[in-house]
């Protein structure tokens, strides 16, 4: 008997076991099936979980629902373990969330995985975004970064170059439903991985130091080893400049001196802007998350 229970936070034990559970999917699917964001919130109070248990209360699935009050729309990810999937969990964990949802429901489906994609054309779900993963090999020549006059690069200073990273991230990104509206709590999130490194946190910044874009990198070691363009924007007050390819191409540089052999950075698949960018740059379509509503 499988039982679904609601958990507002998880402790650290029961993240474990999701941690463990989104492991094995990524091992089977090639693709990790839940977002950093989703990963990023298992213990925090706010966050709401349903799991799937088995009678010895082991985790069999799991799904995030962030339904913040007042909004239009809510959002999910969810998982089941590889072994127990093709049984109808999957189904009853959606619309479980679907019903605590209670309106407009948005679900995430990562590398498109052919389970997901057929879940949500039973349930009514229709695709309304899609996010590209695109890669490309740091074994090949990379031309040296052009900067405007009086624009240098230098690393990001934790403490000292907060207000200025979200103010240009908050700018760049006003429009984008993840990125924009970052506050210190969200950068301290990410600066408390294991993952963050301050010396792959690049700043353009003026004569007077102000900043005018950046390019933060990542490393990721598993489930492979591979750089990340993990975020890129530019001042709005500075387009024009050509910052944003000067950038790319520093960042991606430092991840090659880093030991890195491949790229990868994830990009809307309707921003022609910044697909033509990548595209310029040797980046192709490696496979794309789509996200479907109901």
């Known amino acids: 008997m499988i039982e679904l229970s609601w958990r507002a936070g998880l402790d650290e034990a029961r993240a474990g076991e999701v941690r463990a559970l989104a492991a094995a999917a990524t091992d089977v699917d090639g693709t990790p099936p839940l977002g950093e964001h989703v990963l990023m919130h298992l213990t925090d109070p706010g966050a709401t979980h349903l799991l799937a248990l088995d009678g010895d209360d082991v985790l069999l699935g799991v799904a995030q629902l962030d339904a913040a009050e007042g909004a239009d729309e809510a959002t999910a990810e969810l998982v089941v373990h590889p072994g127990h999937r093709r049984a ?5 964990i959606v619309e479980e969330v679907l019903a605590r949802a209670g309106g407009t429901l948005r679900v995430w489906a990562h590398g498109q995985h052919p389970g997901a994609v057929a879940l949500a054309a039973r349930l ?5 975004r899609e996010l590209w993963q695109m890669r490309r090999s740091l074994l090949d020549g990379l031309p040296d ?5 009086g624009v240098r690069l230098r690393p990001f200073v934790p403490g000292q170059d907060d207000d200025e990273f979200l103010r240009v991230n908050n700018a760049a990104f006003d429009w984008h439903p993840e990125q924009g509206g970052w506050d210190r709590a969200q950068l301290r999130l ?5 993952w963050f490194d301050p010396a792959g946190f690049l700043l353009a910044v003026d004569e007077s130091d102000r900043l005018l874009g950046f390019h933060w990198t990542k490393v990721h070691t598993d489930p492979e080893p591979i ?3 993990y975020v890129l924007g530019v001042d ?4 024009g400049m050509r910052l944003g390819a000067a ?6 540089q430092h991840l090659r001196e880093r030991g890195q052999s ?4 994830y990009v809307e698949a309707d921003n022609a802007p910044a697909v033509r960018l990548y595209s310029g740059m040797g980046f192709t379509r490696w496979q794309a998350d789509v996200s479907y509503r109901r």
């Open 88 to 92: 109808g969990l999957g189904r009853r």
């Open 124 to 128: 009514g779900f229709t695709p309304v």
């Open 145 to 149: 970064p052009e900067l405007p006059a």
């Open 190 to 194: 990410r600066e408390a991985e294991p």
């Open 227 to 229: 750089g990340e363009v």
């Open 236 to 239: 709005p007050s500075a387009r």
């Open 247 to 252: 950038l790319t191409l520093a960042g991606l």
């Open 262 to 265: 491949r790229v990868m950075l």
